[in-house]
């Protein structure tokens, strides 16, 4: 069941966003406030939120720790307006951007080793508690305030609504490619499913020389992928045919689906000591066959977003490789709608909110 309703912060700076107010998850105009800028945080106007599916997760409650009030959003892109006495890598006018995570203990192992996003503790960007009790806000509103060290510079030559949905998509599949060493060039990687995430899967793993072959339950989607977002190959993963030829061929595999599916034939199609890397989160668990792994010396793995200084290196990366999301952009009051159609997957491939255009003053 939902928490209690998130307690209401008595902060200074007065904002406005949307808001779901129950777990039915409908959206509406929203007045609240956010801390004063602190000797490390930085103040920024957002200009362009993406939408995520685990937006939808959060504000309908359906992995049950949500709390309400609600604003979502943690692909969050703007302009900053102020900086505290002790910032030191940033400046008023700096485009900048805000993820998955505002907050980590700063002390345990996985943060003295740039893993912040494996903390115990850490602070998600919307609905998480914080030490007074207060919840935080997310990237659907006027403006945010957080400390710099979870703060990511948007170089000059990305544009920022076409970014936004690397914050959260685009870092969930750049760094399990980083990490599991699949980003060799020569390297054969597989890319289960052609939505938000793997979309862009595709586009960093071409740019880090890799030939990918995505995988995918519908046909329909093989022009997409290889002529417009440059996939080498196209498997059907329903075609046993397809399958059976391309069994142990593939030195990796990033899974980025999130409905329930069978592993073994993604297994199958790996060569010996491959990886299948899911950062897809079904909500039934996996059946894992053990037979297969021994005899590949195959590994199953996992990866969660990425720390902050990944995060910076994969924005660098896009700037570098002129990697962008495929996007529609949306005014704010059509956000319930676009929730309806992202549930039932009607986008390409991912909506981003124009929130500095569209977004209102409070009421």
Not at 1 to 29: C, I, N, Y
Not at 82 to 99: M, N, Q, W, Y
Not at 188 to 210: E, P
């Amino acid at each position: 069941m939902a928490r209690e309703t998130a307690k209401e912060a008595k902060h200074p700076k007065q904002a406005f966003g949307w808001a779901a107010r129950d777990s039915s998850g409908v959206l509406s105009p929203f007045n609240f406030s956010r801390r004063a800028t602190g000797e490390k945080d930085v103040t920024f106007k957002v200009l362009y939120c993406g939408v995520c599916h685990t937006d939808i997760h959060m504000i309908k409650n359906e992995w049950g720790f949500s709390s309400y009030p609600m604003v979502p959003g943690h692909e969050v892109v703007g302009e900053v307006t102020e900086v505290g006495s002790k910032v030191e890598k940033f400046k008023v006018g700096d485009k900048v951007g805000v993820g998955y995570i505002v907050g980590s203990c700063r002390s345990c192992d996985n943060c003295t080793n740039d893993l912040e996003n494996y903390c115990p503790k850490i602070m998600l960007t919307s609905g998480a508690f914080v030490g007074d009790g207060t919840t935080t806000y997310g990237g659907y509103s006027d403006l945010m305030v957080a400390d710099e060290h979870f703060i990511v510079r948007i170089p000059d030559t990305l544009s920022l609504d076409a970014t936004a949905p690397l914050l959260c998509a685009g870092i969930t599949v750049y760094s399990p490619l980083r990490y599991y060493g699949l980003d060799k060039p020569g390297l054969h990687v597989g890319v289960v499913g052609l939505g938000g995430l793997g979309h862009v899967a595709i586009k960093f793993a071409k740019a880090m020389g890799l030939k990918v072959t995505v995988i995918s339950t519908s046909s329909n989607k093989k022009q997409e992928a290889m002529e417009h977002l440059g996939a080498d190959s196209f498997l059907v993963s329903r075609d046993h045919d397809q399958i059976k030829a391309a069994i142990g061929t593939m030195d990796g595999i990033i899974d980025t689906v999130s409905a329930t599916h069978p592993l073994l034939p993604l297994i199958d199609l790996l060569k010996s000591n491959g990886k299948l890397v899911l950062v897809g989160a079904p909500e039934k668990p996996f059946e894992l066959p053990a037979f297969p792994l021994i005899m590949g010396r195959k590994m199953v793995g996992g990866s969660c977003t990425g720390s902050m200084k990944e995060m910076q290196e994969m924005i660098d990366f896009a700037a570098e490789h002129n990697i962008k999301a495929e996007v529609e952009v949306i005014p704010i009051d059509y956000v319930n709608t676009a929730m309806e159609r992202l549930h039932k997957g009607d986008v390409r491939y991912r909506f981003v909110i124009d929130i500095g255009n569209t977004l209102n003053s409070g009421l």
